[in-house]
Each structure stands twice: as C-alpha cells, then as structure tokens.
C-alpha cells in the first residue's frame, strides 16, 4: 500500500508526520514499512529520524542494472521502530538523477518488499510527484489553519478529481496546528476546503521542534503525548483499510 504524504507549501509539518507515521505503521508491523523521502531537493527525514545515509535512490542504478532491487534495498536505513527510511539523494545535485520512471522501477521493488510505503512528498508539483500521487491508494494532504493555505489546498483537491482523475475518497486532509494560535477553525478549514478533516493535530507546544533537533521520533519517545497518540490513530487506520483491501482480493 503506498502511502503519499503531501502539503501545498512548507511548513504544514509534512515531513515530521511522515517520520512519525512510518514509524508508528513500524511498530505496528516491524519490518513492513518503509519511508521513501522524495521532499526533493532536500530530503531531511533520516535526519529527523537521527540516522546517517549511506546510500540513496538517486545511485542505485550505477552499480549494475541488473542489480537494482539488491542496491535500492541496501541503501535503506533501518531504525529501532521497525521502519526502514530510504532516501532519494544524498546531495542536492543529485535530484537530477531521481526521474519519473526510476521512482516508479523503486516502487514496484518496494511493493513486492514492504506492505506499506510511505513517500514524503516535496512541494512542488513535479513529474516525479505527479507519479506517485497517481499511484498511491492513499494520498494524505497536510492542511494549516490559514486562509491561503485552505484555498490552495481546494484548488489542488479540484486538480486531483478533474486533471488526476483522482477520486476524492483516497483522499485524506489532516488539519495541523503548528502555532499556539489561530482565527481558522476546523469548521473554517472544512467549509472552505468543502471537504471533511480526516484527523486534527492539535499545538503541543515545541515538541515536534524539539525532537526533530533531538532527533527523536515522538510516537516512540512520546507515545503518551496527544500528537504521537493522533498520528498512532492514523496509523491503526491505515492498517485497518490494508487489511480491509487484502482481505477484498482473497
């Protein structure tokens, strides 16, 4: 099951939730989830997640073509809670190399590896992010109580149904509160996007800052905290629709 997670501008807390979200699947099912960092051209999650890359996707493919799968599995990064992270570039220059076809080679690999995928977006609406978005069974939209940002975020939902031809119930928005403060309701955030908050993440202070400079990941060092509790909901859901799928094609 692949998993995108996708903001309309920075600061939504995109890559945080990612971290944690693949963790949390982690622990659920150890050694089943992977994060694929495509937040292009800086990837940040092994470094969120306090782990040291050696390998990337962007290189996988030098070492011998027929030996792809061996190379892009190895370049995963295994962390304590039982996710693996897998960048996409270890340099900046390197996003050149990180095509539309070579995330879609990855993918099938690890499809056939893992049962979920979760792939940290960038923000541009790039090729490379346009194929992924295609592709996932789920696609979880960061929302921030801000107006701008709300409108943004309809217009996309527009894109996804009339250009993606994407249907509006593999989509999830999950409204972030990264200030203490805020006019914008969830009922704002739902009338102007003109869909429902699949989930709400409420401010908990400098927590999330604190452990991405830490390097900690919250749903493991926090798990009692209300963001980690949130995000290990989410996670329980998307177990519960895998499940539900498998259980379809049986």
Known sequence: ????????????????????????????????????????????????????????LALSERPDENHFE?????AGLHHHTGMVVLPSVLRVEQSELVTPMLVQRALAVLEQTFSYIVVDLGVAMTEVTLSVLERANRIIVMVTAELPTLKDTADLLQIFETVLDIPPARVSLVLNHPRPQTMVTRADAERVTKRPM??????????????????????????????????????????????GRAAKRN
């Open 1 to 56: 099951m692949i998993i995108a997670v996708y903001a309309v501008k920075g600061g939504a807390g995109r890559t945080t939730i990612a971290v944690n979200l693949a963790a949390a699947l982690g622990q659920k099912h150890r050694g089943d989830c992977v994060l694929l960092d495509l937040s292009l051209p800086y990837n940040h999650a092994a470094l969120v997640a306090n782990l040291v890359p050696a390998g990337c």
């Open 70 to 74: 061996e190379a892009l599995l190895a």
């Open 198 to 243: 699949h989930m709400e993440i409420a401010y908990d202070g400098a927590r999330f800052d604190r452990a991405a400079v830490m390097g900690e990941v919250l749903v493991a060092t926090e798990p009692s905290s209300a963001v980690a509790k949130t995000l290990t909901r989410l996670a329980s859901s998307i177990s519960d629709e895998h499940k």
